[in-house]
């Protein structure tokens, strides 16, 4: 499929939009973790689905697509959460960015760049003041030239065990 850049139409998704912003979640996570389609796939699904249809209306979840040709072709997403207030961050809200999916013949023609220019105009409309992310090799670029840094300080991870 050519994909012409001039065609390509970005706009906010909406409720409509998400059986894609599903399909190319879990598209990416299995590109990312070579995972295959099981029934874990479709717990994740199901999660989803219920994820995004609460977070979408109550604009916890702010999504971009790249619409081509009535199909999407990239997403992109930006949860917004509360924390307690800090120096930097007085009103506790924060951005976190994730689901940045171009499917593969649509890669390399600066769709994740438009989506996450769309995504950072957003974060400045509701006044976050910090956006975060964990970037993939291919796309950690694009981050950088965006504006984005290491932390000053190193983040942890924990993963708890679950009972039995």
């Not at 909406?14 to 190319?24: E, G, W």
């Not at 604009?59 to 949860?79: C, H, L, P, Q, R």
């Not at 992310?133 to 670029?141: K, P, Q, R, S, V």
């Amino acid at each position: 499929m050519e994909i012409r850049k001039e065609k390509i139409v970005y706009r906010r998704a909406t409720a409509d939009d998400i059986p894609a912003l599903i399909d190319y979640r879990v598209r990416f996570l299995r590109e990312l973790h070579d995972h295959p389609d099981d029934d874990e796939t479709k717990i994740l699904r199901n999660s989803l689905l219920e994820y995004f249809t609460k977070a979408i209306p109550a604009n916890d979840f702010v999504g971009w697509v790249a619409d081509y040709e009535g199909k999407i072709i990239g997403t992109s997403g930006m949860v917004v959460w509360q924390i307690p207030a800090r120096y930097g961050v007085e009103n506790g809200r924060l951005g976190y960015l994730l689901n940045f999916y171009t499917i593969p013949e649509a890669r390399r023609k600066g769709i994740g760049t438009r989506l996450l220019i769309e995504l950072i105009r957003e974060a400045e409309s509701i006044e976050l003041k910090t956006l975060h992310l964990h970037a993939t090799e291919d796309g950690i670029n694009i981050y950088r030239k965006a504006g984005f840094v290491e932390p000053e300080q190193p983040e942890l991870v924990l993963k708890l065990k679950h009972p039995p």
